[in-house]
């Protein structure tokens, strides 16, 4: 079973930075992809970006792209979420999550949270204006 831990989450004024961390524990730990995902107060779950274990593959949604960047440290189990030129909608609670297997019809990490096998408890990050 992997355990993941979410670290990095604040407060922020608009325009300001943070850098979440998601570490993975667990026997043996190995997945396809981790992603970051985020929720609102009041919202659906949407996903954020992800990251292909093994090559660096990197997939974001369209409205952080270029603004937010994901990378992983395999040798510290260790994915980040590098989260610049931050908006009031930005503000939400981020879950990172692993993803074991890819979709078989797909090469890159999957945007949709049910592929997602195992979830951290999550970090908040508020974005003043």
């Known amino acids: 079973q992997v355990q993941l831990a979410e670290s990095g989450g604040g407060v922020v004024q608009a325009g300001g930075s943070l850098r979440l961390s998601c570490a993975a524990s667990?026997?043996?730990?190995?997945?396809?992809?981790i992603g970051w995902f985020r929720q609102a107060l009041g919202k659906e779950r949407e996903f954020v970006a992800a990251v292909k274990w093994n090559d660096g593959t990197t997939t974001y949604a369209d409205v952080v792209k270029g603004r937010f960047t994901i990378s992983r440290d395999n040798t510290k189990n260790t994915v980040y979420l590098q989260m610049d030129d931050l908006k009031f909608e930005d503000t939400a609670r981020y879950y990172c999550?692993?993803?074991?297997?890819?979709?078989?019809?797909?090469?890159?990490?999957?945007?949709?949270?049910?592929?997602?096998?195992?979830w951290g408890q999550g970090t908040q990050v508020t974005v003043s204006s």
């Open positions: 667990g026997r043996s730990f190995s997945a396809y992809a």
């Open positions: 999550a692993v993803q074991d297997r890819p979709s078989p019809w797909s090469s890159i990490p999957s945007r949709v949270g049910a592929r997602y096998d195992s």
